[in-house]
């Protein structure tokens, strides 16, 4: 196995190879749970509740197991007898927005008569855009002091190129149904809280990473951590409430009868489920760690993670179409393909540069000595 150094490229490749192999199986799973003619063709709540508990789960074994929990503290407060880590006092709400944008996802692809596409275009987007927002935000107030390449702001434009042509291609066919969506007070209710959710949680990942004292490694898997158990904690709040105090989103009552059978493990094949949401949590430590690594921007971390899973989304779309009935990807999804591609390349150029600036600054080890040496 190649060991790699902490913020190096090869540590990049590392964790976007396995949040792509992840993504890949739970792209799969996810069509095979609800769309595959042989499959048990839950809607998308039921699949939500088992997926949840499946990832939620495995997330939580590995950072009590390891003790991730045990958070390297550079901002003690005394809060009485107790000193507990500053660091908490925004980790912890980074939790809830990590909760809202669990729930939230599937919430919107939930709520009939919204197009899937549209909404997925949005919420992809919005990411990308949030990234290199904060970037702006964050060097005008002096926490971040390195500034974003041209390649980084061409590889935005690509990008959301990429995740638009599937709106252009609405357009120009003329498929005005699926922009109903923007009528529609549930979905831009949810569509509301999910950015704002993201925009926070962004900005805090990296007001953490971009704040950490010179000499203190920024402990990100201890951030993880704090960020998992508290949105854990959230979720089942949520749960417990939305099982008990029921809301009506959009889906009528029939949604919330499928919520209450799922919760209730009335749903056979929910025991797969489950197994197979446990990709989804392996999911996100990589998601964070890439979102969070060290010495690059939000905007190329941003752009990074949601390349990333436009390919996985690629591949797992091919594979479905292999082996469980899927459509083939048509002709907007290898454009689609082409711009992800064109992105990458800006995004490579951007890494190389950045690579060199914090080799020059000792701010990250070269991982071709430590392969030099193995040799």
């Known amino acids: 196995m190649w060991k790699t150094s902490e913020g190096s490229t090869g540590r990049l490749i590392q964790l976007c190879f396995a949040y792509f192999f992840f993504y890949v199986i739970t792209g799969v799973t996810v069509k095979y749970f609800q769309s595959y003619p042989g499959g048990p063709m839950m809607v998308p709540i039921e699949y939500l509740v088992y997926s949840t508990i499946g990832g939620v789960s495995v997330a939580l074994a590995v950072v009590i197991i390891r003790k991730w929990y045990k958070f390297k503290t550079a901002l003690p407060k005394k809060i009485g007898p107790f000193t507990v880590p500053g660091e908490f006092f925004y ?62 702001n061409y590889g935005v434009f690509f990008a959301l190129l990429a995740i ?32 704002a959710a993201y925009a926070l949680r962004i900005y805090i990942m990296n007001y953490f990473k971009n704040t950490r004292p010179k000499g203190i490694k920024g402990d990100n898997r201890g951030y993880f951590a704090i960020e998992q158990i508290s949105a854990t904690t959230f979720i089942l709040i949520a749960a417990f ?46 998601s964070v760690f890439i979102f969070m690594f060290k010495g690059r921007t939000a905007t190329f971390a941003g752009l990074v993670n949601r390349l990333t899973s ?48 914090l080799l020059a600054a000792h701010e990250i080890e070269d991982d071709s000595d430590k392969l030099t040496q193995k040799a």
């Open 91 to 152: 980790i912890i709400p980074s939790g809830f927005c990590t909760a809202i944008i669990i729930t939230f996802t599937t919430l919107m692809y939930s709520i009939k008569g919204v197009s899937v596409m549209v909404a997925m275009v949005i919420m992809r987007g919005s990411v990308i855009v949030i990234s290199r927002i904060v970037d702006s935000i964050q060097i005008r107030q002096g926490i971040l002091h390195k500034k974003v390449y041209k390649e980084e």
């Open 241 to 286: 409430a939305l099982f008990y105090w029921p809301i009506n989103w959009g889906g009528g009552i029939a949604l919330l009868e499928h919520y209450r059978s799922a919760v209730t493990f009335s749903i056979p094949s929910g025991g797969w489920a489950i197994l197979a949401g446990t990709a989804f949590g392996l999911v996100s430590f990589f």
């Open 310 to 357: 436009l390919l996985a989304g690629t591949a797992a779309t091919i594979i479905s179409w292999m082996f469980l009935a899927g459509k083939f990807p048509e002709l907007q999804d290898w454009l689609s393909l082409f711009f992800i591609i064109v992105a990458i390349g800006f995004m490579t150029v951007a890494e190389k540069r950045r690579a060199r600036e």
């Open 164 to 195: 638009s042509v599937k709106l252009f291609w609405s357009v120009f066919t003329q498929q005005s149904g699926d922009f109903d969506f923007f009528t529609h007070p549930a979905a831009m209710s949810i569509l509301c809280s999910y950015i």
